[in-house]
């Protein structure tokens, strides 16, 4: 996530009691994205890639279309590797063009929810049907996965996003390895409360820094991520106790369910 601004601004408008939600979670893996790419220097100009908003709007109608198309052909060859695979790619295509050219309002954000989703199921199926699932598919899948977490409604429905996150990311770090692979896997698995194997990505990651810098820049940046991972652990525990005393208590905890983490987060 661009960070060259001082100028903060939400991508989704959002208002009512899902505001809490995302606006914490949204924080969380804003985060943990910008930690992932600790090692990525220069600048991305959105609108070189997507152009105006009237150009991102015909693409999101175009991906649509095109989805429309694959899942006809899914549905006389079902299980084929290829289609769900250009399906799954697809759907994040227009969720990305939609973020793109600004969402606001829950119906907006709904509609976000809806394709990631079902990139999600697509993605599933084509694990199922693939030998060996691509990582360039992967690459964009776990991003995607991580951005479905934002838009959760606990922190427990977050959480299995994120867990799914991680298991698109391994398959990237194994296929791709670098510094910047396994340590993007690293800082997943700690929000995904896996400690253990994080530290077995950890020590993937460091067989990749070049320099004594690089090693301890990214034993920091672990130690951070671990610290706010351990947080987001805490309220977790917290919002399933209160939603096995009683189901008003389960319901306050689903407005707040990741409360007190904003100011661990970078920039908090």
Do not use: C
């Not at 479905?148 to 429905?157: H, I, P």
């Amino acid at each position: 996530m661009a960070q060259g601004s001082k100028e903060h601004r939400m991508v989704f408008d959002i208002r009512g009691r899902r505001r809490h939600v995302v606006k914490v979670v949204y924080a969380i893996l804003a985060f943990l994205m910008a930690a992932s790419l600790f090692l990525v220097t220069g600048a991305i100009n959105i609108n070189s890639i997507f152009g105006s908003a009237s150009s991102g709007e015909s693409a999101t109608s175009s991906f649509e279309k095109q989805a429309e198309n694959i899942e006809a052909k899914l549905a006389k060859s079902p299980g084929d590797e290829d289609l769900l695979a250009s399906l799954t790619r697809t759907r994040i295509n227009v969720a990305n063009t939609m973020i793109t050219n600004g969402v606001s309002g829950q119906s907006g954000v709904e509609e976000v929810k809806q394709q990631l989703a079902q990139a999600s199921e697509d993605w599933s199926e084509y694990v199922k049907a693939a030998n060996e699932p691509a990582a360039g598919l992967a690459i964009q899948v776990a991003p995607a996965l991580f951005q479905l977490a934002e838009l959760s409604t606990s922190g427990g429905e977050a959480l299995e996003n994120v867990k799914a996150g991680v298991e698109a990311q391994e398959i990237v770090a194994k296929a791709r390895p670098s510094l910047n692979s396994w340590s993007t896997l690293a800082f997943y698995t700690l929000f995904a409360q896996n400690y253990k194997a994080a530290e077995k990505a950890k020590e993937e990651a460091a067989k990749f820094a070049n320099t004594k810098f690089e090693r301890e820049s990214f034993e920091n940046k672990y130690e951070e991520v671990e610290k706010n991972a351990k947080e987001f652990g805490k309220q977790l525990q917290a919002e399933k106790a209160a939603k096995s005393k009683s189901s008003s208590a389960g319901k306050e905890s689903l407005e707040h369910p990741l409360q007190g983490l904003g100011g661990t987060t970078l920039g908090g």
